[in-house]
Structure formats: structure tokens, C-alpha cells
């Protein structure tokens, strides 16, 4: 297991990400208890993505079962740091060959997620709507929407659905190919006008990847990028789907991609996160287990 600060991680230009170098202030920064001032002004958040969970052998370096143990571990820590609201950032279950099996892992593994923090938000990946329904698997976590916005102290956060066609048609009961993700025209309009009526600093949060071309990439990222450019607003995107850290700095937007839970055997291999926005609006990203460790200053270009 490596240490939870052991990763070092810099970048230069006019947006700096880099490991924050004091291990002492930052976990004494994430392990007191939030408070009401702290959320009236910064606000503290976990991140957790690709739990996949399902009962089944595991595939390659995916170990679906082990997905259980590695979050009872994680959840001594997001409990004990009390965050304002937790974020899955997609693929929480794996794919099943019927709609009740894929039903049971969802029960199952929502029961878990589910005692994280009172506040949760789910967002769509591909595999969570491989045989489900959206509607069937936003009904089981208590969601009602797939995409929308909502503030948490000084910041606006915004979860996006990439699990569209590219003919419009949302994902639903194998009806698609997982490398065919697309923000359809309506999602856009609607994210064009949440970041016009919004004056806070912005999160965006997603399962495919806006920052790529290749297989894991929405298909019309360069025009998601392009919206999220031209508000002004957008500090951060947090992303899922391929698995691995990753971080790219796009005309001043930080694309960070979080580790998959599924990836590797025993409670040693795993990732999750806490991430705590402060009221300058600088984003301090905390990384246990596999997860890399960010800090990035408030300013926006």
C-alpha cells in the first residue's frame, strides 16, 4: 500500500497543481469534523469512482467482490472526516445478464455507499445502465435526475450524463457501445444556461472523460470544453471511467481523472478521496490508498 502522501505530483504554468507538502496540516485539515462556518464558507467533500461492484470472479484486475472490503475500509475515513455531501463518479455496479441480478448488486452496494454521508450524489456511468434503466437505477439510489447543479458553501457543483448516443438516445439495456458517449443537445443548452445564471466558482463533475480523444473520451468533449471555457467559472473537472490517475491542465480548467476502486486484489489496491475547497476557492484534494494527492490555487483564467 503506498503512503497516503507519498505521491509527488507538480505542474508549472499560471495554475499550479502540486502535492501539498505538509502531511501533518492537511490531515489535520480533513480530520476535524466539519462545522457550519466551515460550510458556509469552504465545504469538505469525498470522491469515490468505479466500484463495479458485483458478485461475481474477478476479470483481469478487476476483483468485484473485494470492492465491499475496500469500502468498509475507505468509510473509516470519509466518516470520521464528516463530509458535507459524497460523489460517485459512475460504474457503481458491473454489468449483469438480467435486470434483477443488476438490481441485487445495486441494493447491495448502495446499502454501503449509503452510510458514507447523509448528502450523496450518483453520477451515470456506462456499466451502472448497462441493463438498467436510468430511471430504474436513479429510483434505487433516490435521485432524481441524471444531470443538474447545486451549491455547497462558496462553490457551484454540476454532474453531468454522458450516456447518450450519438443519435440522442440515452443508454439503456445494452442498447449501446460504451465507446459511443455523448452530451446530447439538450444537456448542453441546459449547461450553458446553469453556468450563465450562476455566479460561484464551478466543479464539474463526470464518469467518460472530457479531456481526451481517445476510447474513454465523451465524443464532443471539445465542445463540452468549450461551454465550460467560455463561462469563466469552471475551476475543476472531476472524471472516472478509465481507471487510473490522470491530470491534464486545458486552457486553465484542471481535468482530473480519479483511480478505479475495482482495479486490484485486497483492501492494498483501492482509491478514494476527500476533497476540501477552501473559501479563496483553492480545491486541496486528499488521495488514500492509489489515489494521487492535488492542490490547486483559486484563481480562474
Known sequence: MKDDFANKFSLDGSRRAFLLGSTLVLTNGFQKASSSTEHQTGTRFGLITDLHYADKAPSGTRHYRDTLAKLEKASHKIRKANPAFMVELGDLIDAADSVATELRYLKRINQDFSQ????????????????????????????????????????????????????????????????????????????????????????????????TADNHGVRNAAEVRKVLENSGKVQAVFQGHSHKNDYKDLNGIHYCTMVAMVEGKGVENSGFSLVKVQPDSSIAVEGFVKQNNYHWNGQIK
Request: proline share 4%; hydrophobic share 30%.
Open 116 to 211: 458514507l454521508a447523509q448528502q450523496r450524489h450518483y453520477v451515470l456511468g456506462n456499466h451502472c445502465v448497462d441493463t438498467l434503466k436510468k430511471e430504474e437505477f436513479l429510483s434505487e439510489v433516490q435521485q432524481k435526475k441524471s444531470f443538474y447543479s447545486f451549491d455547497s458553501g462558496k462553490t457551484h457543483f454540476i454532474i453531468l450524463d454522458s450516456c447518450f448516443r450519438n443519435d440522442g438516445t440515452p443508454y439503456s439495456r445494452k442498447n449501446f457501445k460504451w465507446t459511443d458517449a455523448n452530451v446530447p443537445p439538450h444537456e448542453l443548452e441546459w449547461l450553458r444556461s446553469d453556468l450563465a445564471t450562476n455566479q460561484l466558482p464551478t466543479i464539474v463533475l463526470a464518469h467518460q472523460r472530457l479531456d
